[in-house]
């Protein structure tokens, strides 16, 4: 059981963890152990969480969501199974503690009709100046 904060909590069956050899530096470990965590999760199937949540969470997840609707991530920093696996759990508590913050909806704004009026009083002011800088004729 996994929780994300005071009201949400994932189930075991949600979560599946899978131990594979990591790659990378760690001499005969990492020919022996099996210390790398892929964590699957499956999201769309979770009753914890509302559809808006969901559908925030597909969009951060990005490629590491599946056509079958779960989150899988990978986790191979340290050397240590156990500290992996804490890792790749937290950074998934993360994902969704950042799906559950819905974003402010934007207020179309127009700009009021004095400051148009001061742009355009200021941009032919600007071109007068540049405009005197022009050859001097012999006239």
């Known amino acids: 059981m996994l929780r994300i904060n005071d009201t949400i909590t994932l189930q075991d069956w949600e979560l599946t963890e899978q131990f ?4 990378g530096p760690g001499g005969q470990n990492v020919n022996k152990v099996s210390t790398a965590v892929e964590l699957r999760f499956e999201a769309e199937r979770s009753p914890s969480l509302t559809p808006a949540v969901k559908k925030r969470l597909r969009r951060l997840a990005g ?3 599946t056509k079958e609707g779960a989150i899988v991530l990978y986790c191979d920093e340290t050397r240590s199974q156990a500290r992996n696996r804490d ?3 937290e950074r998934l508590a993360e ?3 950042q799906a559950l913050v819905a974003p402010k909806r934007r207020i179309a ?3 009021s009709r004095g400051s148009i009026q001061r742009r355009i009083a200021a941009k032919k002011q600007r ?3 540049k405009s005197l800088r022009g050859k001097i004729d012999e006239d």
């Open 109 to 111: 704004t127009k700009p």
């Open 20 to 23: 594979m050899r990591a790659s």
């Open 87 to 89: 890792l790749i759990r």
């Open 63 to 65: 490629r590491r969501w």
């Open 127 to 129: 071109g007068a100046v």
């Open 95 to 97: 994902m969704i503690a």
